[in-house]
């Protein structure tokens, strides 16, 4: 597996152990950085989150599993775009969809007001309004 990721492209200019090593550190530090993201509230690890934490799984990579923290960050995202009508039909199928038990629901409503405010005072923009943009 080593030499395929070193031949097809990934970094092939540098030595095996250099690049298993750079893939190493990665795996380690990852997580780490996505929560420490969720937690400054940048909204690309908002959505980032709303993928990996009801899992505990990022394409492959292991993160914390927190299905609350996930459906929290759902509920901020909804009320910093501006759909807060729709947000309890986006989080009901959110719910569905990864079979999140209703504490954890509970839990994440609770949660929600706090990442809110953290994407506010980033100065986050609604969706279609240069979401993945911090305002000037």
């Excluded at 934490?53 to 759902?74: E, H, I, N």
């Excluded at 980033?122 to 969706?127: F, I, L, V």
């Amino acid at each position: 597996m080593a030499r395929h990721v070193v031949r097809q492209g990934y970094l092939p200019q540098l030595a095996t152990l250099r690049v298993l090593d750079g893939w190493i550190a990665f795996r380690d530090e990852a997580p780490g950085y996505l929560d420490r993201a969720v937690e400054m509230g940048y909204r690309e690890a908002y959505v980032q989150g709303l993928m990996s934490y009801p899992q505990g799984d990022s394409s492959g990579l292991a993160v914390r599993k927190d299905p609350a923290l996930a459906v929290a960050l759902l509920i901020a995202l909804n009320e910093v775009d501006g759909n807060s009508s729709e947000s309890d039909t986006r989080v009901a199928n959110f719910v569905k969809r990864h079979d999140i038990a209703p504490v954890d629901v509970q839990r994440g409503r609770a949660l929600a007001p706090q990442y809110a405010q953290r994407l506010r005072q980033r100065g986050a923009q609604p969706a279609g309004e240069g979401a993945f943009c911090e305002a000037p």
